[in-house]
């Protein structure tokens, strides 16, 4: 079984920075894909980094040039650095495991899932 723990989440000022971990275990296998997704009040869970087998990395726009998805040791550490905080980004944060991950996916049998880190931008 797949477990998933995330850690990293905080309060942060409007052009902070933060960086989420997610710890996993369980896996049978070499290679996973991982990828973070967030959710905030009242919006539907999105996709917003993703890393395949392969390495691969994907970003929603909205993150692209702020956020940096990576894997270590041999993948069973993900992080997400979070910079150019915006309050837009206060939410809460989830690490997810699965083959094939995808952005546009985000329901709850899709992947393995963390049970979330949250993150909140304000002034």
């Known amino acids: 079984q797949v477990q998933l723990s995330e850690s990293g989440g905080g309060s942060v000022q409007p052009g902070g920075s933060l960086r989420l971990s997610c710890a996993a275990s369980?896996?049978?296998?070499?290679?996973?894909?991982m990828g973070w997704f967030r959710q905030a009040p009242g919006k539907r869970r999105e996709g917003i980094a993703a890393?395949?087998?392969?390495?691969?990395?994907t970003y929603a726009d909205s993150v692209k040039g702020r956020f940096t998805i990576s894997q270590v040791n041999a993948n069973t550490t993900m992080y997400l650095q979070l910079n150019n905080l915006k309050p837009e980004d206060t939410a809460m944060y989830y690490c997810?495991?699965?083959?094939?991950?995808?952005?546009?996916?985000?329901?709850?049998?899709?992947?393995?899932w963390g049970q979330g880190t949250q993150v909140t931008v304000s002034s």
């Open positions: 997810a495991a699965g083959c094939p991950i995808s952005l546009s996916r985000a329901g709850d049998d899709d992947y393995y």
């Open positions: 890393i395949d087998s392969d390495g691969r990395t």
């Open positions: 369980g896996y049978t296998f070499n290679h996973y894909c």
